[in-house]
Each structure stands twice: as C-alpha cells, then as structure tokens.
C-alpha cells in the first residue's frame, strides 16, 4: 500500500503523540509501573527525586527497556499503527486522525510555552 505525503504525514504525527502518550505521559504512568523500580535520592538541595530503572531481567526487563526508549517504542508504534492502517483502516483512520490532531496540539502548545518564556 502506497501513502500520499499526506497519510505520512499524519500517520508520522499520530506516531509521534502515542509513542509520547505511552513514554512520557503521567496518564500512562501505571502502565508502565510494574516494568520499573523506584529510587528515592536526595539532592544536594535537599529535595527528594524520584527515578525509575527498568527491572532487571525477564519480559518485564525487556519491556521496561523498551519503554524507557522512544527510539525504539516509537519502531513499535509504528509498526502498530501501520499495520493497522493497512488492514482494518476502518478503525485505524479515526484514531490516527485524532492523535495527528493531538500531536500537532503538543508541538503548538510546546511552541507557545516556548515563546512565552523567552
């Protein structure tokens, strides 16, 4: 199957914002949860941080891995996306459509926030 620029265009946001939504974003946070361990360390300001390793080891390991990359999430994603947008585009279109609109709402909001601070 052939995309216009287009389709590529809007399947290259809708992967930018889900591979995003399932990284970085704290309404994903539990799921990604049971694939990492906590650390508390104390700053030399005193303020606690909080950081996340992948566990070790096993399908969680590997999975916790893989989600602590968006390099290679976003091969995931991709991968999804396309496949699915090929063979049941009449469920795939929609929500690619949505997250394209939804990424390009990030980029602009990131711009925004940007130029606000300058």
């Known amino acids: 199957m052939q995309l216009t620029l287009i389709e590529l265009f809007a399947l290259g946001l809708a992967i930018f914002r889900l591979t995003h939504?399932?990284?970085?974003?704290?309404?994903?946070?539990?799921?990604?949860a049971p694939f990492f361990d906590e650390y508390v360390e104390v700053e030399e300001n005193g303020e606690e941080a909080i950081y996340l390793s992948p566990k070790k080891g096993g399908l969680k390991g590997f999975i916790g891995e893989l989600l602590s990359c968006y390099w290679c999430t976003g091969i995931w994603?991709?991968?999804?996306?396309?496949?699915?947008?090929?063979?049941?585009?009449l469920y795939f279109v929609p929500l690619i459509t949505l997250l394209a609109v939804a990424?390009?709402?990030?980029?602009?909001?990131?711009?925004?926030?940007?130029?606000k601070t300058d």
């Open 103 to 115: 990424g390009i709402a990030a980029i602009l909001e990131t711009a925004v926030q940007s130029w």
């Open 21 to 32: 939504l399932i990284v970085f974003d704290k309404i994903t946070e539990f799921l990604r």
């Open 77 to 89: 994603v991709s991968g999804f996306l396309y496949a699915g947008y090929c063979f049941f585009p």
